[in-house]
């Protein structure tokens, strides 16, 4: 095919060496298969700006770490050059997230460069070679289903560990090769530690799954791995092959709000006391 503008620096750099075919257009970017020597690989164009139904939501790039303070100033603020450095971390966030992630023993695609909003990446292929279905596409048996769910809940366990939550994942979002799903799409993946909304985003992503897999396993449908794994993660205690029951409910204990008034108290009785013997000492 005709070689796209935007892979044509590739191209002239020889980093692709062929376009054979589109693979997917989506809301952020269309992906080629290209040839680079002898093997097949993906490359994924981000799409400009206003091109994207998928916008950069405040709440998906709260927390996210910016090392430069010049760019992150800029980022802060509408000018031109601002709304560029903006777009520029926006879309460096899924190489660094793969990158970040394959480290962490995530199934993802292997990435090899990113060039001018060009991410060139693994193709995750199926037993011919061709593109691997999407999970969305896949029918499963009931085994089939149980065992999917349990490599996906154990990816978005490392995930966790490694300090990110994907934000939008579903079967649309997984892709199946011979060995089992592969995590795609992945420039909304949130900061957890840093986000306010990857609480909200995590339970999102792990109910999703529980509902599809649900479709062919019923049973799963009676978990709560989002709840468990959330707990495990604020108090300290989750890491990679945390052993996990999907058995979780969430503590509605009611809390002892003259318990909680008594701490405030004395916490103010202190601060007094500090003032005034502060107040002495300068007398």
């Known amino acids: 095919m005709k070689v796209p503008k935007r892979l044509q620096p590739l191209v002239d750099d020889g980093l692709v ?3 054979l075919y589109q693979l997917m257009s989506g809301k952020e970017a269309q992906v080629y298969v290209v040839r680079c020597g002898d093997t097949l690989r993906c490359a994924k164009v981000f799409k400009e700006a206003q091109k994207r139904s998928f916008k950069q939501a405040v709440e998906y790039q709260e927390g996210r770490k910016v090392r430069n303070t010049r760019r992150a100033r800029a980022m802060g603020k509408k000018t031109r050059y601002g709304q560029k450095e903006q777009e520029d971390a926006w879309l460096n966030a899924e190489v660094d997230a793969l990158y970040r992630l394959a480290s962490a023993g995530v199934r993802v695609p292997e990435p090899f460069g990113f060039v001018d909003g060009v991410l060139l990446m693994e193709l995750v292929a199926d037993e011919t070679g061709e593109a ?8 499963l048996s009931h085994e089939q289903a149980i065992d999917y769910h349990r490599r996906i809940i154990d990816d978005v366990v490392r995930m966790l560990c490694a300090g990110l ?10 892709l199946v090769d011979p060995q ?6 992945l420039p909304q993946a949130v900061d957890a530690a840093g986000n306010n909304n990857a ?3 995590f339970q999102r992503d792990v109910n999703n799954m529980r509902r599809h897999f649900g479709r062919f396993a019923p049973e799963l449908m009676n978990t709560n791995y989002a709840g468990e794994i959330w707990d495990l993660y604020e108090s300290g205690k989750l890491h990679p092959g945390s ?4 058995l979780f409910q969430h503590d509605e204990t009611a809390a002892n709000v003259d318990e909680i008034m008594d701490v405030i108290d004395a916490a103010k009785e202190e601060e007094q006391e500090r003032r005034e ?4 000492d300068e007398d």
């Open 17 to 19: 060496d062929d376009v």
């Open 132 to 139: 691997a279905p999407r999970l969305d596409d896949v029918t």
């Open 165 to 174: 939550v994907h934000g939008d994942l579903s079967e649309f979002n997984v």
């Open 180 to 185: 089992g799903p592969v995590i795609i799409d």
């Open 199 to 201: 609480e909200r985003m």
């Open 243 to 246: 052993p996990l029951t999907g």
């Open 277 to 280: 013997r502060q107040q002495d």
